[in-house]
């Protein structure tokens, strides 16, 4: 008992691959006797034979990944694809590091701490790349002394 022709049958009519196409084992008998494509599509009206759902990926694994990387997981040296210039450009660490040191020479002329030449000398040294980072000029104000007592 081949059933060959009515699963082709079914899924030409269906328009779904063969795989997909499901048989009542109940009413195996009469799916068999079945041979024209009426007979399939009368089949198919009565709930006999059916289309199965399509089997995708499932997304629950890149979710559960997803959510350990943004609490910080998963980012050590094995798991870095591309260099450090490209995980994080040249350009934007530069943006950062620029406004950390304006803001930290704002709060020390603000704070009367530096004089308003010693602020614009210590700017323009933060523009060009002196200073690696906020300590770095906090160690260099320290040997220049060039903060104000009160």
Request: charged residues 35%; proline residues 1%; hydrophobic residues 30%.
């Given at each position: ?10 899924a030409e009519i269906l328009k779904i691959g ?131 007592r009160r």
């Amino acid at each position: 008992m081949s059933l060959k022709t009515q699963r082709r049958l079914a899924a030409e009519i269906l328009k779904i691959g063969q795989n997909r196409v499901w048989l009542d084992p109940e009413r195996i008998e009469e799916i068999d006797v079945a041979l024209t494509r009426g007979d399939i599509r009368r089949l198919i009206h009565e709930k006999s034979i059916k289309s199965l759902a399509e089997k995708g990926v499932s997304r629950s694994r890149a979710k559960f990944l997803h959510e350990r990387r943004k609490i910080g997981r998963r980012s050590g040296r094995g798991s870095r694809e591309g260099s450090s210039g490209a995980r994080q450009p040249r350009k934007d660490v530069w943006i950062i590091n620029i406004r950390v040191l304006r803001r930290r020479l704002k709060t020390l002329r603000d704070g009367h701490l530096l004089t308003k030449k010693a602020y614009r000398q210590l700017y323009r040294k933060s523009k060009g790349g002196t200073f690696k980072n906020a300590s770095h000029l906090e160690q260099y104000l320290k040997a220049s002394n060039l903060i104000r007592r009160r």
